[in-house]
């Protein structure tokens, strides 16, 4: 790369450097929150001061203190292992949902969207037939079906999440393919599937992108949500759902079984919110993503 | 003298959503238009906005939208192209039959390197290794007078001005050295002086490759500097093909005497420019038409 040389004799003129953008701030704290939760979560056997399941007979319900600085629970085991480890789980099935349903949902999305017509008629009305279905009611159909457990739930998570992912990529399909550089690649030879993957794919993932971090953060309630039935992520692997459960019965005895399970989802949301409100603010202005 | 493109009776129609009975049916966009370009020419197509030019140059490529219905004849180098399969539609276009548009800008996709969308059109084509279609797509931008090639290859779209996307469209138009280059509109989003630099390049293509150029424009002034034989076309309807300077000098058709009248090239400074009625209807042109074949 050549570049050109400044013309010489006058001094360079450097405009002082902007602030970030907004949206660019939110993305960098959000990722910031959420990669000290994820390496916390991902080192938990490593920085967790006890075993997530080892009960302290003599510590029921104990307060804080410096060994177990987020207290006790009702069986003695330390809440702040619990936290790490129930973060592990909760980010590991929300991510995986979300993945997968986005894994999916493109080539639908996208095939929807630029061949048109019957296939999208077909892919369209199948994915609304989902999407009719209340997502609770959704999640627990497929547990009464397959038994709880975390992999059900990531499962449910991602069934529910597929035709929203879909939809958005299918109508940011809609906006690329009428581009001029469509009709311009296929002027040049290009097949359809060429054209879909080089050209509508990179320029229409955007939305997609935004939506699929804004579901992070509702996949990691539901998650909790489901854990907190008893449908989720079952005893005794912890989970941050699982634990606000267990913490309900002692709330006035020993609020720090229940508050500190809560923060931890409270800022794993939060973080995810923020990600994707940033990203939606710079990738999708228009809001395609609802 | 074999013709490169021949239009025989082409005609485009746009099935319409609503077919209510009783109303009348939508007028096709293009009608009855026969013409032939013979090898090496360039071929103007003139008329103002919605007469149907480039329905008819995209109905070439096989791009017009699904509701579009094309009768009659088209023949690429003699062989039918109504009714080609997509298959064999997508290996003749940007092989043997190169199309460029109207904006450039628009026309290159964002998140590829301009050289990379040059190089994907030979690779489209021919199986060549991704360093010699580099190495080519270089040579061609080059061709296409774009100074320190090797280094624009891998900038983004917008990291060039406008006439220069136009140069590297014509640049992937020409990759496979196609025989019939179709250019719709290319000068109209570039300002004078860059117009002209394109237009002098496809001069300078046609002369060094013996492409065939049909060139859609909707300004004389194009037409009177580059093509041998223009075509004018209104509603759809080819209403003269005359040589390049027979149309300026002798006009034959009452519509072209009124387009020629309109354009300010003739017309004293500061006077008022005649203005086409818009109310001219296909019973009009049929009129006009009669009198113009007198």
Same mark, same amino acid.
């Given at each position: ?69 987020? /207290? ?32 999916? %949902? ?72 009428? #581009? ?8 040049? /030879? ?28 509702? %996949? ?71 | ?36 370009? #013979? ?18 140059? #995209? ?102 001005? /406008? ?44 002369? #060094? ?51 020629? %009248? %309109? ?32």
């Amino acid at each position: 790369m050549t570049t050109i040389a400044p013309p010489t004799g006058g001094p360079i003129v450097r405009r002082p450097r902007s602030k970030p953008h907004t949206s660019t701030r939110f993305v960098i704290t959000g990722v910031a929150i959420l990669g000290v939760l994820a390496v916390a979560a991902i080192a938990a056997p490593l920085i967790a001061p006890h075993g997530p399941e080892t009960v302290e007979v003599s510590r029921v319900l104990g307060a804080p203190n410096l060994q177990h600085p987020f /207290g006790s629970d009702v069986l003695g085991r330390d809440v702040l292992s619990r936290v790490l480890y129930g973060l592990r789980t909760s980010l590991l099935v929300s991510l995986t949902a979300v993945t997968v349903a986005t894994v999916i %949902a493109v080539p639908f999305g996208l095939a929807a969207g630029y061949f048109g017509g019957r296939v999208d008629t077909a892919i369209s009305r199948t994915l609304d037939m989902i999407l009719v279905l209340p997502a609770m009611l959704l999640a627990i159909t497929f547990i009464a079906i397959l038994g709880p457990g975390s992999a059900v739930a990531a499962l449910a998570i991602a069934v529910i999440y597929l035709p929203i992912l879909a939809r958005v990529m299918r109508s940011s399909t809609l906006v690329i393919t009428r #581009n001029e550089y469509v009709l311009g690649a296929r002027a040049r /030879g290009a097949g359809h599937l060429r054209v879909l993957v080089h050209h509508v794919a990179p320029n229409a993932l955007g939305p997609v992108i935004v939506q699929a971090s804004v579901l992070s953060a509702f %996949a990691l309630q539901l998650e909790a949500g489901l854990s907190f039935l008893g449908l989720g992520t079952q005893p005794p692997t912890p989970s941050l759902g699982g634990m606000l459960a267990d913490g309900r019965d002692v709330l006035i005895q020993a609020p720090w079984v229940e508050i500190f399970p809560g923060i931890a989802i409270v800022i794993a949301v939060l973080s995810f919110t923020l990600i994707g409100e940033g990203l939606r603010r710079s990738f999708d202005p228009r809001g395609v993503a609802e | 003298m074999t013709g490169v493109l021949s239009f025989t009776d082409v005609a485009v129609r746009f099935a319409s959503t609503e077919t209510s009975t009783g109303a009348p049916p939508v007028p096709p966009a293009v009608d009855s238009v026969s013409f032939t370009i #013979n090898r090496g020419e360039i071929f103007g197509i003139v008329g103002e906005s919605g007469s149907g030019k480039s329905t008819l140059a #995209n109905s070439v490529m096989g791009l017009l939208p699904r509701s579009a219905q094309v009768t009659g004849s088209i023949r690429v180098n003699d062989r039918e192209v109504i009714g080609l399969d997509d298959d064999q539609l997508r290996s003749m276009r940007g092989d043997e039959v190169s199309m460029i548009f109207q904006d450039a800008s628009a026309s290159l996709d964002p998140t590829w390197s301009v050289g990379d969308q040059i190089a994907e059109t030979i690779r489209a084509h021919r199986t060549i290794s991704r360093r010699g279609a580099r190495a080519k797509a270089i040579s061609l931008m080059t061709e296409v007078g774009i100074a320190d090639a090797a280094s624009r290859y891998s900038d983004a779209p917008h990291r060039l001005s /406008g006439g220069m996307r136009q140069r590297i469209m014509i640049a992937a138009a020409l990759a496979n050295n196609p025989q019939l280059l179709i250019a719709d509109e290319p000068t109209t989003a570039l300002d004078v002086t860059i117009q002209a630099q394109v237009l002098a390049l496809i001069g300078e293509l046609r002369k #060094n490759h013996g492409t065939t150029v049909l060139l859609i424009t909707h300004d004389l002034g194009v037409v009177a500097q580059v093509c041998d034989r223009v075509g004018v076309m209104y509603g759809g309807k080819l209403l003269e093909v005359a040589a390049a300077e027979d149309l300026f000098a002798n006009p034959q058709h009452a519509y072209t005497r009124a387009l020629l %009248a %309109a354009s300010p090239s003739g017309a004293p400074r500061g006077s008022r420019l005649p203005v086409i009625p818009a109310a001219w209807n296909i019973e009009d042109l049929q009129r006009l038409r009669q009198e113009g074949t007198e």
